[in-house]
């Protein structure tokens, strides 16, 4: 059975990220597919409220790509913040510190429930698209709570049940290819407000509208297969997934609803 909820556990995690490969492909789907065509990476950059010497820190930063907005612009990079860069993947923090990145930024190996700095030592904290991993939440946004200014905020994207996720089940349902149903998925858009208010005062949340219009559906296939949730998922079964999802075209589109967004967190 596949457990495609399964999004808490490291040593699957640590698997699926220990290179770049399966990040860039599910990015680059999102690229070549996306109706909304700001990106999300570029929407969330700018919802940050930057300031002149600020300390910021990013958990789970990945391939860092979300900086490509802060070195291209003069007037950020005037503002000579201490930005601090994370993951708790090795195999991502050795291609930071290898990056142009890792020659402006400090580059450190961090897991969320264990965060080694002093209490109130950041005025703007960023977790994207990375919550969802982590097992036990509470302590996760605890340690975030613990080292944010009092003044500070924390940016949090993540997904909702309704898209790309839900899509999928609905799928694999209708193709009898069986999977865990019991929610394993810590922090999502429909229960990270109620999460962040057991540690935070002020809680927002900010939707991003967009879906995918897929012409080519084997790019959809491929990021399937990528997904760290469904490692389970037999070689076997690639042609019957391929054959039901070009069913689904309309005018030779593939239509797939998203649901993104993020909270912004603060103290009083």
């Known amino acids: 059975m596949i457990d495609i909820n399964n999004m808490s556990s490291k040593t699957l995690i640590k698997e699926q990220y220990k290179n770049t490969d399966n990040l860039k492909l599910r990015k680059s789907l999102h690229e070549k597919y996306s109706v909304n065509k ?56 050795d291609y930071l510190q290898n990056s142009e990145l890792g020659k402006k930024m400090t580059i450190k190996l961090i897991d969320i429930v264990d965060i080694p700095f002093e209490e109130d030592t950041f005025d703007l904290i960023i977790a994207n698209s990375m919550l969802y991993h982590v097992k036990d939440i509470d302590l996760a946004l605890s340690e975030v709570k613990r080292v944010l200014k009092k003044d500070g905020l924390f940016y949090c994207s993540t997904f909702g049940i309704n898209g790309m996720t839900q899509y999928l089940y609905h799928a694999l349902d209708e193709l009898n290819i069986p999977y865990s149903h019991e929610s394993n998925i810590s922090f999502t858009l429909q229960n990270g ?37 469904l490692q389970g998922l037999e070689r076997s079964k690639y042609n019957i997934l391929l054959n039901y999802f070009q069913s689904k075209k309309v005018d030779g589109i593939l239509h797939i609803p998203k649901e993104y967004g993020m909270f912004v967190a603060g103290k009083e």
């Open 193 to 229: 407000a109620a999460l962040l208010k057991k540690q935070f005062d002020k809680v927002e949340r900010r939707d991003y509208e967009d879906a995918l219009a897929i012409d080519k559906v084997e790019d959809y296939i491929d990021y399937i297969y990528s997904m760290a949730s």
């Open 38 to 93: 700001i990106g999300f990476q570029k929407w969330m950059f700018d919802q940050y409220p930057f300031h002149p010497k600020s300390k910021v820190l990013e958990l789970g930063s990945g391939r860092g790509e979300l900086w490509n907005y802060y070195t291209e612009s003069d007037i950020l990079q005037n503002y000579e913040m201490d930005i601090t860069l994370s993951d708790f993947s090795v195999g991502m923090t």
